[in-house]
């Protein structure tokens, strides 16, 4: 027995997980969140209405009225930024509190009736997925399956009207009619995800999955597969937990699983993922800083008049750029790895490859120096800084490009040669 | 592709305004626009911001419904000559961080060829991709739409246009914010358009290219100024009344309309709708 209602358990939560991750990215791309939430809201005097009306508790009657009042919900939010100056971020508040409220009342006046039968939709606030049956699991399956067919047939129509809504409607596809159709299924996933998330958490499945799934593709149609994914892995993690674990709640462990895949989504996914950013930050700070190196080393040699077979010793070069001795060290190490400085004990010496490698980068300092003075007339005692950043940045191809515009120049505007370019 | 019939088959003109009066939201924009737009050449829109330039063309598109007066795409109503017109609207209209490729927003354009239910498919992707190689980036065919610059995205949305295949092609500002390869490659798109007979709509800020790039001018201003050939309405004193004089009483008026609280088809000669 408690393994046939675990089942319907996980079951029943990663149905929802399934329909609500793939609608989710419709509301994601669409910015329609929020119409979730407020919808989800909007559905809970529907199911207290409809329990008043037919005084019967099953499945049915009871998301009839909910699939109701979410539309009723939806379609106001709709009518009030339509007819008043009311924006749709106010209009999505009002009807969530107003419904919200009064689904809390109706359930506080159904709780006091001296029925008997009236316990238990209390479980639609945080949803109780615990007392889930096989009968209302089979409601979710015909449902969240329509959704999510119908969503796979029309799926070309609604990306292009996530994408592109004028033009879809300059095309004569039926705009007003997708959206409503699209609003329509997200009252579906609300009303699929009240017994076992409850009205108040519902909108994590919807936009949970979504914007983890979008951290890690650039196409729709995989987007939404792994927000699928995502959703009906973390509604069947969830569900097992919390029938585990006593005293666990499972719309909210729910929502936790799925907001730790989040999470590591906005942390380690590829390309938009902060790790990625924080290590190619991390790698242009090193190539800049070899590069200030070698460019330093450049400097000395040129100072001894083109002399470059002396070393540089490392107290110089730390003082040259406020470095610590073992930035140095480590600098030198990899440079001498790649083979462009040799490390001795009296300090750096560029070798062969080095110098040309040296050239490069003094020859783009002082060639945007000289562009900056010449084509935009600022004075030479501006320009050093804005070279020190592009010396590190500018294309090859750019760089001669300017060489070419500027007409072959030799020196730069503080007088000094600028390098020829040399073959690798 | 479909082939086209000649040109000189085609009823003309290609585009007729009878006396539009439109409201964009509560403001209205356009006053009693009766304007006539030739079949196969290059027409440019031009007048100052709050014009009413894209609300032109989307009156033309059927975006926008005019308060008064009717819109004949080549003779006909625009609901039975929807396939023969194209549209690229302007970039900043959609979000270019959508998950998304080049290929795939061309493909679009093709999706009402294709009908309901329909996947597009081989054939699809390779007109898709013939279309973006008629704007010169086939090479950018996989790539992530974000991951294009200003001009590539423009000539996405060019190519999307192109898989339409129409006859008409209304188009908000493409020059707009665009390279210099960009706009020259846009320039070469659009006479090559013409040499097939098409018939160009752009809404145009740049004063200057004007008269090198287009063949016929409308000049706007809430009004229509001054509508022909290049070399008889692009003239100094038809810009200096586009431009120049501010419209008080016209201005005056749209805000004592918006205080009346006037239903908008009330108060603009609205029962004479056709």
Redesign the interface.
Known sequence: MLELATRNVVLGASLLGIVGGALGCFAL?RRQSLLGDAIAHAALPGVCLAYLITGNKGPESLLAGALIAGVIGALLIVGVVRMSRIKEDTAIGIVLSVFFGGGIVLLTYIQKLPWGNQSGLDKFLFGQAASLMSSDVQVMAGLGGTALLVCI??F??L??L???R??A?????PVRSLELLLTVLLVVVVVVGLQTVGVVLIVATLITPAAAA?QW????SL?LVVAAAIGGLSGAVGAAISAAVPRMPTGPVIVLCASSVLVLSILAAPQRGLLHAHLAERRAGRRIREENLLRDLYLWGERRGGDWSHAVSRPVLMGSRGLQARHIAQLGRRLAGRGLVEAGTDGLVLTEAGNRFAKRVVRKHRLWESYLARRLELPSDHVHRDADVMEHVLSDDAVEWIDRLLGHPRLDPHGRPIPEAEPT | MTSLPESAALPSPAVEFHDITAAYRTQPVLWDIDLVIPTGQLVAIVGPNGAGKSTLLKVALGLVRPLTGWVEIFGEPFETRRSWVGYVPQRESVDWDFPTSALDVVTMGLYGQLGWLKRPGRREHERALACLDRVGIADLARRQISQLSGGQQQRVFLARALAQDSRLYMMDEPFAGVDATTERAILELLQELRSLGRTVIAVHHDLQTVGEYFDHVVLLNLRLVAAGPIASAFTHENLTRTYGGRLTALTQATEALLRSRVPPSESIRGPERR
């Open positions: 791309l047939l029309f070309k129509e990306k292009l996530a994408f592109d004028e033009f409607a300059s095309m004569g596809l979008r593709t650039e196409r729709l987007m």
